[in-house]
Structures are given as C-alpha cells and as structure tokens.
C-alpha cells in the first residue's frame, strides 16, 4: 500500500509539473516569438526570436509529450482506441508546431539578407518573410485546434477514470471546446483566439497545480495501476 501511495503521488507530482512547465514553456515563447512582421525588428532581436522558437518547438514539446507518456498506462485501462487517439492527437499538435516553428526561424537568414540588401530590392525578401510568418501562424493554429482536439479526449478518459474530481474534467471539456473554437476563428480571420485560449488554459494550470498539491484520486489508480 505504501509502494502504491508513493507511486501515486510520484506520478500525479511528475505529471503536474511537466504539465505547468510546458504551459509556462508556451506563454513564454508565444510572447518572445511573435515578433513584428518587420526584418529589422528580427535582426536586431534574434537571440529573441530563437528562445521563443526553442521554448515552443523543443522544450513545450517535449514535456506536453511527457506529459502523455506519463499517462497513457492508466489510460489504456479505461478505453485503449480513445487513449491511442489521444496519444496521435499529441503527436500530430507536436509535429505541427515543429513545422511551425520552422518558418519562424526561417525569418532569421531572411532578416540577415535583408540588412545586407541596404537599399536595394528588398520586395522579394519582404514576401518571403510575410509567407513564413503566415505559414506559423496556420502550423501553429492547427497544432493548437488537435491539441484541443486530443484535450477532449484526454478530459474524457479522465471522466471515465475518476482520476480527478469530474468537475474539472466537465471544466476541461468546456475549456477545449472554447479553445479549438478560438483556433479555427484565428484561421478565418477572426483574431479572438488569445482570448478564447483562457478557459483551457486555466483547466490545464488548475489540473496542474491540483495534481501536485492532491494527487490521483487513490481508489482510481489503484485500479488503473493494477491492471497495468
């Protein structure tokens, strides 16, 4: 029992942390990384420019990754084919969000040539920097609205497990619903999207802090933990 109270509160503690420093990894590098679409503001912020990119691409990444691996065993207890789907919707936001943050850093050489161009023709230069900042700004909607997509089910599996109370589970659920609504909105021009990433990201700092203050729900993982 104790072995089992441990394990308990060493994964809801790992889980929590790796949770709120992935979104603490993405407001920070969201505010870094959306820089002007103006070359020289990009060359002479680059250092800049580069951490928001890391932060969001690497180290988000990684630990919103963490995050599901750390899960996905107790998962699985509970329904396999949305755990799965769960799991795919991670991965396919990551990727997204990698291609994304390549066209952010495509701004750097773009902004170097731009600076050595003086005052010539810079036009071209100046298209290739608007397309690369449109091509982040729909990697990263899209990786947003299936990371919202993979926040459903994730709220789900964590309704039928009981792992947290279920009301921040329904909290959840409301919270992707407002937040994939907010990406798809960004895409069709409509710029409300900051606003409507407040709920979830509210859920995930809540369920975050929950989690390494209380831990699982005892009786939940127990169950998931022995059929595992």
């Known amino acids: 029992m104790d ?29 870094l990384a959306n820089s002007p679409e103006n070359l020289s503001y990009i060359y002479a912020h680059k250092p800049q420019v580069i951490l928001g ?24 207890r509970y329904n396999k084919t949305i755990t799965y789907g769960y799991f795919t919707a991670a991965i396919m936001a990551t990727v997204m969000m990698v291609i994304g943050a390549v066209f952010l850093l495509l701004q750097i050489p773009i902004s170097d ?8 023709d810079t036009h071209y230069l100046q298209i290739l920097s608007t397309l690369c900042m449109k091509g982040n700004f ?73 989690l390494i203050t209380k831990g699982f729900n005892p009786s939940a993982f127990a169950y998931a933990f022995a059929n595992n």
């Open 3 to 31: 072995a089992l109270l441990k394990s308990n509160r060493g994964t809801a503690k790992t889980f929590g942390i790796f949770f709120l420093i992935g979104y603490i990894a993405y407001i920070i590098g969201n505010i």
């Open 53 to 76: 990119a890391i932060l969001m691409s690497t180290i988000e990444t990684f630990f919103n990754m963490g995050v599901v691996v750390i899960i996905l065993p107790l998962f699985r």
């Open 113 to 120: 040539e731009f600076v050595k161009a003086g005052s010539g």
């Open 138 to 210: 729909f990697s990263y909607q899209t990786a947003m609205a299936i990371w919202g997509l993979g926040g459903l089910l994730f709220c789900y599996l964590l309704y039928k497990s009981q792992l947290v109370p279920r009301f921040l589970s329904i909290c959840g659920f409301i919270g992707y619903i407002i937040f994939i609504s907010g990406s798809l909105l960004a895409m069709f021009g409509y710029s409300v999207d900051v606003i409507m990433d407040i709920p979830g990201g509210l859920f995930e700092l809540t369920l975050a802090i929950y």
